[in-house]
């Protein structure tokens, strides 16, 4: 195993979390998690890459459990309250797919969850243990459009405007995708037409057949049998290249599970789809890296299998690198070629990949909607200009971090004239300092728009070290998962860069806020029609002199959208 061979030299951060997402973790897995926590770990690290790796209840709940007491004391706070959240948003997800359900079976539509909530409790036997954050749904193709009317009468709104209309679309997605606010959830219908990443079409009716109950919320709910839910598992993996560590141990937990795994009769079923070695490859993993214990029959093939060996040794590769390469255009096609037995299939296979376009590929290359098989030649072209034709370090992210000096950020709150009274929100800094800063010595209330995850975890760290973590609340700024218009209802002061608000969604629900008569904050710059309040100069730092402004209730000339258009351009800081 991979944690057991001596000559590895595994990053005490990746080793900490395979032992967390191990299925089941015994004495020795736990003393050995015992003795990490006492190394010099970077926690806010620890983390990120759980949540990034899909483990983060995992690593929350195993700590607490074998090494609550080692920990240090915010930092345990934190992970409690890390996996408390994930809890609370699992419970919502549940409850909100059990409303779904009961309408699409009421609307006649035969519906199958998977993933989610359903298989954090049919593989880990708990729904806080899995991390997920929308709810997938299959559906037989001929019911995509009853489901469609149903989900539009539940209050949800299709996400892909091509797709509104399912009924007079000629085009089938990679998936019908729906999403409602207040708060945010996301669905995605998955029919026998959207599951692409099948070497073949995936015939449903049999597998509809072999539905097995599981208890969801007090509800009994069907699924797919663990058989059939490995096979999907392992294609939705593999299509990804099995860049999460969670996914692998959905597998392993799946196979510990009380029901367990028939792997040959899996493999069975995967062999008739052409997915063979997709499951043959997730059972590697599963047993390479976490331990997963496998029949003698399937580890012998998998011995026998050089292709699948090899694609193994690839994901466990790139996961132990600190930045694994972001592989491009032909290693991801050569990936693909050789996640098929045959390779004469595979070349098909990853062919059919390559030219069939998708709703991506629509929306940059519009004119090509016109004569649908450009889209076919331009796809190419559009993935090497997103990956690169050859493997490589990815760039870091291009962030926006502005630590200001302790001075000028107290100044700033005093322009802004902060009190106990008000909701900030701090789009400027990228680290939450200002609305730190407004929660310490001002009593208010808000959140920070972050630079990357990184920056969350720590200002919530250090909020709860100055005693203001039930005050405050932190976002990365490129997602809106958690963000919606409640926690924006009270805002009463802005310190803004819209560069932070990167994410439209998250723009809109500010600009609304800013109509509301919400007090903005800048350094310089100008919004077109919409004259500043009070001016005042400001010494940033030696010979530099910024210009702060501030802004109040927008002139019925200037329209949000007419904020939202010209302030990236014309109020630069």
Not at 444 to 449: D, L, R, S, Y
Not at 454 to 475: D, E, M, N, P, W
Request: glycine residues 6%.
């Amino acid at each position: 195993m991979i944690r057991k061979t001596a000559h590895q030299n595994i990053p005490p951060t990746k080793e900490l979390l395979l032992l967390c997402a191990l299925a089941c973790v015994n004495r020795d897995a736990g003393a050995r998690i015992r003795v990490l926590t006492q190394e010099d770990l970077d926690w806010a690290e620890l983390l990120v890459v759980a949540t990034d790796q899909g483990v983060g209840p995992l690593v929350c709940h195993r700590l607490e459990v074998w090494a609550g007491n080692m920990l240090p004391p915010l930092w345990r706070e934190q992970f409690c309250e890390e996996f408390k959240r994930n809890t609370r948003r699992n419970l919502f997800l549940a409850a909100e797919l059990c409303r779904v359900l009961a309408a699409l079976d009421a609307a006649g539509v035969r519906a199958t969850p998977y993933k989610g909530p359903v298989l954090a409790v049919q593989a880990y036997g708990d729904i806080a243990l899995r991390q997920f954050a929308d709810l997938d749904i299959v559906v037989p193709q001929t019911q995509i459009c009853q489901a469609h009317s149903t989900l539009l009468k539940l209050g949800f709104h299709s996400a892909e405007g091509g797709f509104g209309a399912p009924h007079i679309s000629r085009q089938i997605p990679g998936q019908y995708a729906y999403w409602s606010e207040a708060p945010a959830r996301h669905i995605e219908l998955h029919t026998e037409a959207t599951l692409r990443y099948m070497p073949r079409r995936l015939d449903l009716e049999p597998m509809l057949a072999r539905r097995e109950t599981v208890s969801l919320a007090g509800t009994q709910v069907l699924t797919f049998s663990p058989e059939d839910a490995l096979v999907l598992l392992s294609v939705h993996g593999s299509k990804h290249f099995w860049d999460r560590l969670g996914w692998i141990a959905d597998i392993a937990a799946l196979d510990r599970s009380a029901r367990g795994i028939d792997w040959e009769l899996g493999l069975d079923r995967a062999r008739r789809l052409g997915a063979e070695r997709m499951v043959l490859l997730g059972a590697s993993l599963a047993h390479d890296l976490l331990d997963t214990p496998l029949p003698e029959k399937v580890a012998l093939q998998v011995e026998r299998n050089a292709a699948t060996q090899g694609l193994r040794d690839t994901v466990r590769s790139r996961f132990l690198t600190p930045r694994p390469l972001e592989l491009g255009v032909f290693r991801r096609f050569a990936f693909r070629v050789d996640m098929c037995s045959a390779r004469s299939n595979g070349v098909l296979y990853a062919l059919r990949l390559a030219i069939t376009p998708t709703e991506a590929d629509r929306r940059e290359g519009p004119i090509a909607n016109y004569f649908e098989p450009l889209h076919g030649l331009l796809r190419p072209l559009r993935l090497a200009r997103l990956y690169g034709w050859r493997s490589q370090v990815p760039r870091l992210p291009s962030v926006t971090r502005r630590e200001v000096p302790g001075e000028v950020a107290r100044g700033l709150l005093a322009f802004a004239e902060v009190s106990s009274e008000d909701f900030v929100l701090d789009s400027f800094t990228g680290s939450g300092q200002l609305a730190l800063l407004a929660a310490r010595v001002c009593g208010a209330a808000g959140i920070g728009i972050m630079s990357d995850s990184r920056a969350v975890a720590q200002a919530k760290i250090a909020a709860r070290a100055q005693g203001t973590s039930a005050r405050l609340r932190f976002f990365e700024q490129v997602s809106d998962e958690q963000l919606d218009a409640a926690d924006l209802q009270h805002l009463t002061i802005l310190f803004l860069d819209y560069d932070a608000l990167g994410n439209e969604t998250v723009r809109l629900r500010v600009e609304a806020a800013i109509s509301r008569g919400v007090r903005v904050v800048s350094m310089g710059g100008n919004i077109p029609g919409w004259a500043p309040a009070r001016e005042a100069s400001m010494e940033m730092d030696v010979g530099k002199v910024a210009t702060l402004k501030l802004w109040q209730s927008i002139p019925a000339v200037c329209s949000t959208h007419t904020v939202g258009a010209k302030v990236a351009s014309d109020c630069k800081m």
